[in-house]
């Protein structure tokens, strides 16, 4: 159990949070959401002890071992191994370690009492040694260190020859692998790849700790947290749900308050008009006076900080193009003669296609970015674009060619093509959220987020119909994130992204290329039917070949038992086939149903008259509770009725073979 009661923490004289109270309870698993600088990361320093409160307290169970993922490595750790570092992660064993060899270097010369309390001593101590996993660290390292990316050859290497983001990955294996009572994670996927990330999600979702994980990527706070925690405005809120569900219900609420500030408002009015005419009167003054108390005891509703973003990001219509905007031919790559990337590479990608980039890092992704926008020249074959092709790239260091001093007009200014024309700049500059002032801002005061406005600002001063795009949701939180997806997928023109937010990637590309070790394969369709056909390879790979009953091969069985065999195989999947599809109908009316019923609670709450909003809010709750499940049920209902069409789709083709 973690307790903040009335915790306030004030930086350069203002609250960053603000006799905040809440409870996060044993086992279980909390998300926390809220703007960037909103005072999430507080939260963890007070919860370690690396800040104290300005007032309040917080109470956490003394015998609760509490793992947080460093965000510094010690100079004193570079010079270790890998996975000597990763394994040393449970920094009381070496003490427990200690007095075991030196309780067995004592029993020798010991006498009769002094042997007897040693074995008792020696015993409590294994079993703590067992139970803490002393014996199991070294194996789970590797795992850990394995599925975040690291090459096996890789882990008798000095920490000091990997750069800080794989430093930061060895970091967060080490935390994980601890099995602390209380795992705090703050932005754990920033320095992954897509891979790495469902590694992650997979391993936290067996984790039976209490959970509290600081994140912006929606894929995380979707599968993980059971409870979501909004930091805003000095304020926590908590909603009992994840991601989603704290989405439906601020909204929810927001209305709710809404309706409820402008019926006290209303109220308010009233009550003034009335006590004005009584004051004009003798008789009345009486009447007046106690009204005016009652208007006075009438509490404001006070109503939440929306937590839109509030940039903009408008992406003007690229130019005509031809309908093929990029093609690999035969491509070979090396950053030296002697260690090849991949060869032998070939694909295409055509006009308006929105294509996203995933693999390991170290695998090439922003290589081959690079290698499309002409940053770096193919080993062999060649890189060709499409008939009036303009490009637009932003790459990671993007923040690097911004000058701290430069201001924001003149930073996008001297992006434009030699002899350009500033018209349209101010233009420009309103379309990515900068007017008025904001033009004269130093470049050195903005926000990731505007950092990132300003260099979209910067490609689109000459429109491109290619936009390639490496890691553009880094520093962004999930309203900017949100608001760059919808851009994304209402651009008319060419994308190419890489990038480790899952939903980013499954909401905007169509077309998935994985680079592997040696190879690049291009999917087809979308984050989701990438995850499908890659499972379905790897299991083929497993166990090639399907085994039929009777343990006999398909290609030992007859053409007639084959056929058999198929028209089995089709009933038995049309039956289910059949069911899915019933219960996905009643689902939907189900969920149809709720909505009219939300929808009444909802204008009965904002009708103005006179209600029970306790009464309302109470049958809301059941309904938006009804709701959430209904919703869950439709989507698992949803991918199991996906899953059955593409097999029956797989049966029916092998029919007649």
């Keep these: 159990m973690i307790d903040f009661q009335n915790i306030s923490k004030l930086y350069t004289g203002a609250y960053i949070l603000k006799d905040v109270s809440f409870r996060i309870n044993s086992g279980e698993r909390v998300g926390i959401v809220g703007p960037n600088g909103a005072g999430k990361s507080t939260i963890f320093n007070i919860i370690t002890g690396a800040v104290a409160p300005d007032g309040g307290s917080v109470v956490i169970p003394k015998d609760h071992r509490v793992g947080i993922m460093a965000q510094n490595i010690r100079n004193s750790d570079l010079d270790r191994k890998l996975v000597e570092f990763t394994s040393d992660a449970i920094p009381e064993l070496k003490e427990f370690m200690r007095e075991l060899h030196d309780i067995e270097s004592r029993m020798e010369s010991a006498g009769a009492e002094e042997r007897t309390s040693l074995l008792r001593r ?9 139970h803490l996993g002393a014996y199991r660290l070294d194996q789970e390292a590797k795992e850990a260190l394995t599925n975040l990316g690291f090459a096996p050859e890789s882990f008798d290497k000095p920490l000091s020859q990997f750069s800080g983001g794989w430093q930061m990955r060895a970091a967060l294996a080490r935390v994980l692998i601890s099995n602390p009572d209380i795992l705090l994670l703050d932005e754990p996927s920033n320095y992954l790849d897509v891979p790495a990330v469902e590694w ?34 000095g304020e926590v809120t908590r909603y009992a749900g994840n991601y989603d569900y704290y989405r439906r219900e601020r909204e929810n609420r ?39 108390k009652k208007l006075d005891r009438i509490e404001d509703v006070t109503l939440p900080d929306a937590l839109n973003y509030s940039g903009a990001i408008r992406f003007p ?7 093929e905007a990029c093609r690999f031919e035969d491509v070979a790559f090396g950053y030296s003669p002697d260690k090849t990337l991949w060869s032998g590479v070939s694909f ?6 929105k294509v996203a980039f995933i693999g390991y890092n170290g695998m090439g992704k922003t290589t081959l970015l690079k290698l499309m926008v002409g940053k770096l020249a193919p080993t062999s074959g060649q890189v060709v674009l499409g008939h009036h092709i303009v490009v637009g790239y932003q790459a990671q260091e993007f923040g690097d060619v911004l000058a701290p001093e430069m201001s924001v007009y003149d930073a996008v200014k001297s992006a434009l093509p030699a002899g350009a024309s500033t018209a349209n700049l101010m233009n420009v500059l309103g379309s990515f959220g900068f007017s008025g002032d904001d033009r004269d801002k130093p470049c050195k005061v903005l926000s990731g987020g505007e950092k990132i406005r300003l260099q979209f600002a910067r490609i689109f001063v000459n429109p491109p119909n290619l936009l390639v795009l490496d890691e553009p949701t880094t520093h962004l939180d999930v309203a900017a994130r949100e608001l760059l997806q919808q851009a994304l997928c209402s651009f008319h023109g060419t994308v190419c992204i890489v990038s480790h937010d899952i939903e980013f990637v499954r909401n905007v590309a169509q077309t998935i290329i994985c680079i592997e070790p040696h190879r690049i394969k291009k999917y087809f369709g979308n984050y989701d039917y990438y995850l499908e056909k890659s499972r379905e390879l790897q299991t083929d790979t497993v166990t090639p070949g399907r085994v039929s009953a009777g343990n006999q091969s398909d290609n030992s069985m007859s053409a007639k038992d084959r056929r058999r065999a ?22 939907e009316k189900t969920l149809d149903t709720l909505a009219d019923q939300r929808k009444v609670l909802l204008a009965k709450m904002s009708s103005g008259m006179k209600v ?4 309302l809010n109470k049958e809301l709750a059941v309904v938006e509770k009804n709701i959430s499940e209904a919703e869950t049920s439709w989507e698992e209902c949803a991918v199991e009725l996906e899953a059955l069409k593409i097999e029956n789709d797989r049966i029916n083709s092998e029919v007649g073979r």
């Design 122 to 130: 020696h015993g409590e101590l294994q079993t703590k040694v067992e």
């Design 200 to 233: 992650l999600c997979r391993f936290l979702g067996g984790f039976a700790g209490t959970l509290v994980l600081i994140s912006h990527d929606r894929f995380l706070l979707r599968k993980l947290a059971s409870v979501t925690l909004e930091v805003n405005n």
């Design 254 to 292: 927001l209305k709710m308050l809404e309706a409820a500030y402008r019926n006290t408002e209303r109220k308010k009015e009233q009550m003034e008009r009335v006590i004005d005419r009584f004051r004009a009167k003798s008789t009345k003054a009486a009447q007046a006076k106690s009204m005016q």
């Design 317 to 323: 219509a690229p130019p005509d193009c031809g309908v």
């Design 348 to 353: 295409e990608i055509a006009a308006k296609e």
């Design 566 to 587: 198929r028209a089995q195989a089709r009933s038995a999947v049309s039956g289910k086939l059949r069911e899915a599809k019933q219960l996905l109908e009643k689902l």
């Design 612 to 615: 029970d909003f306790e009464a």
